[in-house]
């Protein structure tokens, strides 16, 4: 009985422990002495009391296999008396706060001395602690919240159930770690006898019931009994072939079937239908050294027929048989029908075909790369469903993207060997000999001229004015989408241009030479081919991008204007009228005619001739040896120009640093020369006098501006190392 609590008979809490005996679960033999007759309960329910008691003290292993009102009240009191010490004394001791998510404050009535407890079902980090799973800290500081290091955890380590050892033999030790209760599994391939148990079957389960000496009890096996037989499998696919092509009677579902005429292979997929697969034929010829592919030629009617049935088979190669280019023809909205060799095509039927080459890579879907039959060398982007013309409408047999000529680097975003462009007569402002507005395109005795600057011009000096484009006659590169201001298209009238308009036929399958370019596109051509291209009139708007070699040993004609060099431009001459050019490397040894405008260059561009009048161009570090001639004006010249000869009347430069070994000629003005002029000599300005005689600009390290003032004084302007301005009167 406990003291503190003396109305609580059933315990001796708080002053010691409790012993209480464990309940047992029932045995098969504990049944007839609780409930069969005679045993506890028959006599309890006869009100025999003392015979109840009897069996009791006579069976006391009953005693922990049967919960009556004693144990009920023992129990009854033990929790009453935790309850009622966990109330009296822990209230104003340590109290615990169970959490279940990261807190940033203390708890509500929380004190210093609290613990706080992760109940929740992962680790939490509450004030920098990591708590795992019944993990506690103890409360520091309210303000701040802190909380010491981890306390202890109020779960105890697992448990562990019962183990199963897997014996392929006669077993009569346990194994290292076994208790009561672990089981034996027969894993082996024959009845073994374990545990004391013989017999036992492959599957056999065994409990063990001791240890020393090693004893068990059979609980059964994992293996059920023996099923019975399967049904037959449906018959594996047939192979029939017969010189013509299958009927429906032959074979069964999933059979194939070769015609040993043609080499169509069918599979019967229902009962009545057989279904074209392909064909196995090659093409004709030989492969050395090594088996030749798989060729299944068929037309693309016949293709989107077995890709829309999933029946191409990957890995496989078919021959499109009558492919051919059909587009909508831009700035005209006309389908044409394209010819690998120029005719007068008009249905697609009649067209010259160029079978493609496919590769299939699913059961569905092509390759995007392909090859031509026609044209071996090229590399092919051909889109396989792009079966509708640009109106949306027309249909189409897919689309060639892109085509490449491996032999000559030829790389145009289109199937340049066969479309045709529009290329449409043009007119211009009717010129009546008064003012002239740069960039504006005239009419002038039926012939077109480009004004490069705003004034009056009359028949003696008009070429001071304007450069000649072409005839209005001429088809040769105007295009609706770039006209120049001024510029007149007739979109009714127009002729019709391939990519290239080349020196030898299409049909030779080697463009060597370009006379025109046609598509205001990026064209990517091989160096070697590029090489001595002649008569390169009328090429405007394109970007050439060269392999292998330079660029170089070219006749461009007039009119050559807005075209990039991504190359370097070596030993090529240009006449009169080259407008904005780009040479995107180095350029050396070329002729440029006069009236030229607008030129990029990248660095190193030497022993070069530049013709008269040339303007408002940009020439990269490394102008060097060059000779240009009179009219040189508004241009830009970068670092280390040096050995070089400009003729009379250059204006309005601006030179970079390092300008040394230079000569000018005659009524030069407006010039502004970078850092590090040496042995340089301007005429005219200075009566022939050097520049080194004058020390100041010899020697000095900042820019200089050469400058012509009125009356003809010529000045030069610079600023000393005090930063101050100093002018010297060059007369």
């Given at each position: 009985?406990?003291?503190?609590?003396?109305?609580?008979?059933?315990?001796?809490?708080?002053?010691?422990?409790?012993v209480?005996?464990?309940?047992s679960?029932?045995?098969i033999?504990?049944?007839?002495?609780?409930?069969?007759?005679?045993?506890?309960?028959?006599?309890?329910?006869?009100?025999n009391?003392n015979?109840?008691?009897?069996l009791?003290?006579?069976?006391?292993?009953?005693?922990?296999?049967?919960?009556?009102?004693?144990?009920f009240?023992?129990?009854?009191?033990?929790i009453?008396?935790?309850?009622?010490?966990?109330?009296?004394?822990?209230?104003?001791?340590?109290?615990?706060?169970p959490?279940?998510?990261?807190?940033?404050?203390p708890?509500?009535?929380?004190?210093?001395?609290?613990l706080?407890?992760?109940?929740?079902?992962?680790?939490l980090?509450?004030?920098?602690?990591?708590l795992i799973?019944?993990?506690?800290?103890?409360?520091?500081?309210?303000?701040?919240?802190?909380?010491?290091?981890?306390?202890?955890?109020?779960?105890?380590?697992?448990?562990?159930?019962?183990?199963?050892f897997?014996?392929?033999?006669?077993?009569?030790?346990?194994?290292?770690?076994?208790?009561?209760?672990?089981?034996?599994?027969?894993?082996?391939?024959?009845a073994?006898?374990?545990?004391g148990?013989?017999?036992?079957?492959?599957?056999?389960?065994v409990?063990?019931?001791?240890i020393?000496?090693?004893?068990?009890?059979?609980?059964?096996n994992?293996?059920?009994?023996?099923?019975?037989?399967?049904?037959?499998?449906?018959?594996?696919?047939t192979?029939?072939?017969?010189a013509?092509?299958?009927i429906?009677?032959?074979?069964?579902?999933n059979?194939?079937?070769?015609n040993?005429?043609?080499?169509?292979?069918?599979k019967?997929?229902?009962?009545?239908?057989?279904?074209?697969?392909?064909?196995i034929?090659?093409?004709?010829?030989?492969?050395?050294?090594?088996?030749?592919d798989?060729?299944?030629?068929?037309t693309?009617?016949?293709?989107?027929?077995?890709?829309?049935?999933?029946?191409?088979?990957?890995g496989?190669?078919y021959?499109?048989t009558?492919?051919v280019?059909?587009?909508?023809q831009?700035?005209?909205?006309?389908i044409?029908?394209?010819d690998?060799?120029?005719?007068?095509?008009?249905?697609?039927e009649?067209?010259k075909y160029?079978?493609?080459?496919?590769t299939?890579?699913?059961?569905?879907?092509f390759?995007?790369?392909?090859?031509s039959l026609?044209?071996?060398?090229?590399?092919?982007?051909?889109?396989f469903?792009?079966?509708?013309?640009?109106?949306?409408?027309?249909?189409?047999?897919?689309?060639?993207?892109?085509?490449?000529?491996?032999?000559?680097?030829?790389d145009?975003p289109?199937?340049?060997r066969?479309?045709?462009?529009?290329r449409?007569?043009?007119?211009?402002?009717q010129y009546?000999?008064?003012?002239?507005?740069?960039?504006s395109?005239y009419?002038?005795?039926?012939?077109?001229?480009?004004?490069i600057?705003?004034g009056?011009?009359?028949?003696?000096?008009?070429?001071?004015?304007?450069f000649?484009?072409?005839s209005?006659?001429?088809?040769?590169?105007?295009?609706?989408?770039?006209?120049?201001?001024?510029?007149?298209?007739?979109?009714?009238d127009y002729?019709?241009?391939y990519?290239f308009?080349?020196?030898?036929?299409?049909t030779t399958?080697?463009?060597t030479?370009?006379?025109?370019?046609?598509s205001?596109?990026?064209?990517?051509?091989?160096?070697?081919?590029?090489?001595?291209?002649?008569?390169?009139?009328?090429?405007?708007?394109?970007?050439?991008?060269?392999?292998?070699?330079?660029?170089?040993?070219?006749?461009?004609?007039?009119n050559?204007?807005n075209?990039?060099f991504?190359?370097?431009?070596n030993?090529?001459?240009f006449?009169?009228?080259?407008?904005?050019?780009?040479?995107?490397?180095?350029?050396?040894?070329?002729?440029?005619?006069?009236?030229s405008?607008?030129?990029?260059t990248?660095?190193?561009?030497?022993?070069?001739?530049?013709g008269s009048?040339?303007?408002?161009s940009?020439?990269?570090?490394?102008f060097?040896?060059?000779d240009?001639?009179?009219?040189?004006?508004n241009?830009?010249?970068?670092?280390?120009?040096?050995?070089?000869?400009?003729?009379?009347?250059?204006?309005?430069?601006?030179?970079?640093?390092?300008?040394?070994y230079n000569?000018?000629?005659s009524?030069?003005?407006?010039?502004?020369?970078?850092?590090?002029m040496?042995?340089?000599?301007i005429?005219?300005?200075?009566?022939?006098?050097?520049?080194?005689?004058?020390s100041?600009?010899?020697n000095?390290?900042?820019s200089?501006?050469?400058?012509?003032r009125?009356?003809g004084?010529?000045?030069a302007?610079y600023?000393?190392?005090?930063?101050?301005?100093?002018?010297?009167?060059l007369?």
């Amino acid at each position: 009985m406990s003291n503190t609590y003396p109305d609580l008979t059933g315990t001796s809490f708080p002053e010691s422990i409790d012993v209480m005996t464990r309940m047992s679960d029932l045995e098969i033999e504990d049944w007839q002495l609780i409930y069969g007759t005679n045993g506890y309960y028959y006599h309890y329910n006869q009100g025999n009391l003392n015979a109840a008691r009897m069996l009791l003290e006579t069976n006391p292993s009953l005693l922990s296999k049967i919960f009556n009102a004693e144990k009920f009240n023992r129990l009854h009191d033990c929790i009453v008396a935790v309850q009622r010490y966990f109330l009296s004394n822990s209230l104003d001791g340590t109290r615990i706060y169970p959490v279940t998510t990261a807190i940033l404050v203390p708890p509500s009535n929380a004190r210093i001395n609290d613990l706080i407890l992760n109940g929740g079902t992962g680790t939490l980090v509450v004030c920098g602690k990591s708590l795992i799973v019944g993990a506690m800290a103890r409360i520091t500081s309210l303000t701040p919240f802190t909380l010491n290091d981890i306390e202890g955890n109020i779960r105890g380590a697992d448990g562990e159930g019962t183990k199963t050892f897997a014996v392929t033999g006669n077993t009569s030790a346990a194994p290292t770690g076994a208790r009561v209760g672990d089981l034996f599994l027969n894993s082996g391939t024959a009845a073994y006898t374990i545990a004391g148990i013989s017999n036992v079957a492959i599957g056999g389960i065994v409990e063990i019931t001791a240890i020393s000496p090693l004893a068990g009890v059979s609980k059964g096996n994992i293996r059920g009994a023996a099923g019975s037989n399967g049904s037959n499998g449906v018959n594996g696919a047939t192979w029939l072939n017969g010189a013509v092509s299958p009927i429906s009677t032959q074979g069964n579902i999933n059979d194939w079937y070769l015609n040993t005429v043609n080499w169509d292979v069918y599979k019967k997929t229902t009962s009545t239908a057989w279904s074209l697969q392909g064909n196995i034929k090659g093409l004709e010829g030989s492969v050395p050294g090594g088996i030749a592919d798989i060729y299944f030629s068929r037309t693309y009617s016949q293709l989107r027929t077995l890709v829309n049935s999933n029946a191409l088979v990957a890995g496989s190669k078919y021959v499109l048989t009558d492919y051919v280019t059909k587009y909508r023809q831009p700035y005209t909205n006309v389908i044409k029908i394209a010819d690998i060799v120029q005719g007068d095509t008009t249905t697609l039927e009649s067209a010259k075909y160029e079978p493609l080459v496919l590769t299939a890579i699913s059961n569905n879907k092509f390759d995007v790369i392909c090859s031509s039959l026609s044209f071996p060398q090229d590399i092919i982007y051909y889109d396989f469903d792009d079966n509708l013309c640009e109106d949306g409408i027309t249909g189409r047999r897919g689309f060639i993207q892109r085509r490449i000529d491996t032999k000559y680097i030829i790389d145009a975003p289109n199937d340049w060997r066969t479309i045709l462009w529009a290329r449409f007569k043009a007119d211009g402002i009717q010129y009546n000999y008064n003012t002239m507005s740069a960039g504006s395109v005239y009419n002038i005795s039926s012939n077109l001229y480009y004004a490069i600057k705003n004034g009056s011009a009359i028949t003696t000096y008009f070429s001071d004015y304007s450069f000649k484009l072409a005839s209005v006659d001429d088809y040769r590169w105007y295009s609706t989408d770039a006209p120049r201001t001024g510029m007149v298209i007739n979109t009714a009238d127009y002729a019709e241009r391939y990519t290239f308009n080349m020196s030898t036929t299409l049909t030779t399958k080697t463009p060597t030479k370009f006379t025109e370019i046609n598509s205001p596109r990026m064209i990517k051509i091989k160096g070697a081919s590029a090489k001595s291209q002649s008569d390169l009139k009328g090429l405007a708007n394109n970007v050439f991008m060269f392999t292998g070699s330079s660029f170089g040993g070219n006749n461009a004609g007039f009119n050559f204007y807005n075209n990039t060099f991504c190359g370097t431009q070596n030993n090529s001459t240009f006449e009169n009228h080259l407008y904005g050019l780009n040479i995107g490397g180095s350029g050396d040894s070329n002729h440029m005619g006069s009236w030229s405008q607008g030129i990029v260059t990248g660095g190193s561009f030497s022993h070069n001739s530049i013709g008269s009048h040339s303007y408002n161009s940009t020439f990269g570090a490394g102008f060097q040896g060059n000779d240009a001639s009179i009219y040189f004006q508004n241009c830009h010249v970068s670092d280390n120009c040096q050995f070089n000869t400009f003729g009379s009347s250059c204006s309005s430069l601006k030179i970079g640093s390092g300008f040394q070994y230079n000569a000018f000629l005659s009524r030069n003005s407006n010039l502004t020369i970078g850092n590090n002029m040496r042995y340089c000599t301007i005429l005219a300005w200075v009566t022939n006098k050097d520049f080194s005689n004058y020390s100041s600009i010899y020697n000095s390290t900042k820019s200089i501006t050469i400058q012509t003032r009125a009356g003809g004084t010529c000045v030069a302007t610079y600023y000393d190392s005090s930063n101050v301005q100093q002018v010297i009167v060059l007369v």
